[in-house]
């Protein structure tokens, strides 16, 4: 099934037609009463009957909004020319609208990757793109979107882990444009044969289960503390380095390796420490 568009008369000019119509088969009508001709009142009654039938062709269309036409259960086709429009009565007519849309998942609860339970939620922003599709292929499109919707961000959730624990690695938390857009496409894929495009799909609400919450806190404080313990511990031994090196180049002092090895471990203890250390200055001879 495919978009058809088709074209429709102008209501305002029908309406006008009609109405002249009318008021011309009522005085058909007075002028057969009064000359006693049967054929005319007959003529008048019947064409009076038509025009009245064809009253019911009218339909209005609004901005971004579409008029899909069938006759008898058979698609004819989809008017999107708005304001009043005409055409024939015994076409049934079932609007449609156009408009940019957008829908929030329910919190979903899900494993990750790494099989932790979290509870996750997505914005979907869509559109409408082929009327006949979203009428005829599914029963209802909008609940088809929010059912489809949800069943992609379950599936994309479970191919991912809630947070980055290696190098190089996409997690949830850590990527939103990767996920947005797998999330995107995953759902796009499901919504393809309702006519309806999406435009948009992020990440609303992400957070471990309440029964992890806890424990992955623990888990999060703790690899924050490594990873903030290996760059001081980096950066401690860079600059160690530097200190000897200068020292050497500059013949300030030349230590030997027990010397050495006291200054390195001094300098770790300054630069590592959580607290500031309190110096001892040595007034005596360094021997």
Not at 265 to 282: A, D, F, H, M
């Amino acid at each position: 099934m495919r978009e058809n568009e088709t074209h429709s008369l102008p209501g305002i000019a029908m309406l006008l037609v009609l109405l002249l119509g009318l008021l011309a088969c009522a005085a058909t009508l007075v002028f057969g009463a009064a000359s006693q001709s049967v054929v005319l009142i007959i003529l008048a009654a019947l064409l009076g009957l038509v025009l009245v039938v064809m009253l019911g062709g009218f339909y209005m269309v609004e901005p971004n909004q579409a008029a899909v036409l069938s006759l008898f259960g058979k698609y004819v086709g989809t008017v999107k020319e708005t304001g009043l429009r005409w055409n024939n009565p015994f076409y049934a007519s079932k609007k449609i609208s156009l408009r940019t849309r957008n829908f929030e998942s329910s919190k979903l609860k899900v494993n990750d990757l790494e099989g932790s339970p979290i509870e996750i939620a997505a914005v979907v922003v869509w559109q409408v793109v082929d009327s006949a599709e979203a009428v005829y292929n599914v029963d209802d499109y909008e609940s088809f979107v929010h059912i489809q919707s949800e069943a992609a961000l379950r599936a994309m959730a479970i191919n991912y882990p809630y947070d980055q624990h290696e190098e190089g690695k996409i997690s949830l938390r850590s990527h939103a444009t990767e996920i947005s857009k797998h999330l995107t496409e995953e759902i796009q894929e499901r919504l393809a044969q309702a006519g309806v495009t999406v435009m948009e799909a992020r990440i609303s609400h992400l957070a471990y289960a309440p029964e992890i919450a806890q424990a992955m806190l623990q888990r999060q404080q703790a690899s924050a503390i490594i990873a903030a313990r290996t760059r001081i511990v980096e950066g401690a031994v860079s600059m160690v380095e530097m200190a000897l090196s200068e020292l050497s180049k500059r013949n300030v002092v030349d230590l030997d390796p027990e010397r050495r090895a006291a200054m390195v471990s001094n300098l770790l203890v300054v630069l590592c420490g959580e607290r500031g250390t309190q110096p001892i200055v040595n007034t005596g001879s360094i021997y």
